[in-house]
């Protein structure tokens, strides 16, 4: 069983940066990040495969960067530019599936969150 830990959020002010981090406990075949603001559903925000293929949703594409550290068992989250709309729980996933999408449902196991906050 694929076991995650976020670490890394915080409150930040609109333009600013911050980088997730994820740890896991053994490599699958799909890791992404999810967040979810107050009200909203769950959004997919980006994707990475085992082999580096990356998947943005529009909202964060030139903004956010996600890479994957297959030897430190750790998945990141690269955030610039931060805008008050980025505001939300950030939650790391994993599925098993070897091609990566943005869907709820391909993501078997998530993380326990970590709160961003952007303010002006």
């Known amino acids: 069983q694929v076991h995650l830990v976020e670490s890394g959020g915080g409150s930040v002010q609109t333009g600013g940066s911050l980088r997730l981090s994820c740890t896991y406990n053994?490599?699958?075949?799909?890791m992404g990040w999810f967040r979810q603001a107050p009200g909203k559903e769950h959004e997919g925000v980006a994707s990475?495969?085992?082999?580096?293929?990356?998947t943005y949703a529009p909202s964060v594409e030139g903004r956010f960067t996600i890479s994957r550290d297959n030897g430190k068992n750790t998945l990141y989250l690269q955030m610039n530019n931060l805008e008050s709309e980025d505001t939300a729980m950030y939650y790391c996933?994993?599925?098993?599936?070897?091609?990566?999408?943005?869907?709820?449902?391909?993501?078997?196991?998530w993380g326990q969150g970590t709160q961003v906050t952007v303010s002006s």
């Open positions: 996933v994993a599925g098993p599936q070897a091609v990566c999408t943005l869907q709820f449902g391909d993501f078997h196991t």
């Open positions: 053994r490599k699958t075949g799909c």
């Open positions: 990475i495969a085992l082999l580096g293929q990356t």
